[in-house]
């Protein structure tokens, strides 16, 4: 891993720190090296406004900032500096992160944020979207990004391997654990069809 930082994730206050958590997770499974650090749009606007100029001599390539509520921080950074500019709204507010999304993504022509999901989904698919910007000009971490994909797309055909089992088992089961049979949870005619149909059931790995 470089040790010198290519994203800065930036929050609004450190009780945001449990989400953006997501993000910087994410970047330390690629091995990137980010800076994290806390700056307000409206609190602190001239280190805000100073960190997003500096950005690019500092050797950043990305820059993902969180902020809930009115959520400008994502666009001072974008109107500061070149560099491409993350957002992550932030669910701090009775509005529950609409007012924050709402705020982050509605940008003006030529100053774009490119705004994620709400809350930890979203710290999460910043850091995989740092990831592939930086995978642009990195063809190791562009395998990496191949490897995952190709990982999550393997889990997810695995998991209809069993389904016809669990089906089964699902059916035969009442809420305590205890064995029903069909006949217990469906009357008669359908747990007869019901029945027969688990028996046909066969995923395409299993029908060939």
Do not use: W
Request: aromatic share 2%; with cysteine.
């Amino acid at each position: 891993m470089n040790d010198h930082p290519l994203v800065a994730i930036l929050m609004g206050s450190d009780s945001d720190l449990p989400v953006m958590a997501g993000c910087a997770r994410v970047l330390a499974e690629y091995q990137i090296a980010y800076q994290v650090r806390v700056l307000s749009a409206h609190r602190t606007p001239e280190a805000a406004t100073h960190f997003a100029r500096e950005a690019v001599a500092q050797g950043l390539r990305v820059i993902v900032a969180g902020a809930g509520g009115a959520a400008h921080l994502a666009g001072v950074m974008a109107a500061h500096t070149t560099l491409p500019v993350i957002g992550v709204p932030l669910a701090s507010s009775p509005l529950s992160g609409f007012d924050a999304l709402l705020s982050t993504v509605q940008m003006p022509p030529g100053v774009p944020v490119a705004t994620v999901g709400v809350g930890p989904m979203g710290a999460a698919n910043a850091g995989h979207l740092a990831a592939g910007i930086l995978a642009l000009s990195d063809p190791g971490l562009a395998q990496k990004l191949a490897e995952r994909r190709q990982r999550m797309t393997d889990e997810v055909l695995a998991q209809s391997r069993d389904l016809p089992a669990r089906m089964t088992q699902i059916n035969m089961t009442d809420k305590d654990g205890k064995s029903k049979g069909y006949q217990g949870l469906i009357d008669k005619d359908k747990a007869a069809e019901l029945e027969k149909l688990s028996q046909r059931v066969r995923t395409p790995e299993q029908a060939k």
